[in-house]
């Protein structure tokens, strides 16, 4: 069993809808976690980060750790086709250990 | 700020040639680590440099190997290339210790033939 497992997608939404984004994980002691989009040809860009159980929002992003069943989510309400991209989930232990990353979900917003 | 960069941006080497990759992490921080990714095995971690000692090392072999300088600028070396080490390779950094948010650079694209 892989660390962090994401699903690959594609996923393909119509401009304005919800979407959701989920990673699992099977080591207990991640701590940090993050959210990452790449856009074709370019490196992963960070646009969630937090720390142990809870939500986070930013914007149109909501960010959401449920460590008791190791599973993470990342939502973005009213997407758009400038949110077409692949989006990473990261995750850490602690400070000078591996950032361990899912294979990425790519996203597709039509208008 | 200028963030990460990372050069060349492009790389085509023979199998058996060794290469060296340039990371300038953002100014300030003291962190860089190194990731390749390939769209098989999605990012792996090569290693991370902290104050010019290498903190965590990856499951790679040892024809991967890197460094950091004074500058907190960082280099990594392949020997040896092989086929399968075609892919972009990634560079972070972060501003240290207490600091778990990781800033990517653009990659370097290499491809070996």
Known sequence: QKEVEQDPGPLSVPEGAIVSLNCTYSNSAFQYFMWYRQYSRKGPELLMYTYSSGNKEDGRFTAQVDKSSKYISLFIRDSQPSDSATYLCAMRRQAGTALIFGKGTTLSVSS | ?113
């Open chain 2, 1 to 113: 700020k200028a963030g990460v960069t990372q050069t060349p941006r492009y790389l085509i080497k023979t199998r058996g040639q060794q290469v060296t990759l340039s990371c300038s992490p953002i100014s300030g921080h003291r962190s860089v680590s190194w990731y390749q990714q390939t769209p098989g095995q999605g990012l792996q971690f090569l290693f991370e440099y902290f104050s010019e000692t290498q903190r965590n090392k990856g499951n790679f072999p040892g024809r991967f190997s890197g460094r950091q300088f004074s500058n907190s600028r960082s280099e990594m070396n392949v020997s040896t290339l092989e086929l399968g080490d075609s892919a972009l390779y990634l560079c972070a950094s972060s501003l240290g210790d207490s600091h778990y948010e990781q800033y990517f650079g653009p990659g370097t694209r290499l491809t070996v033939t």
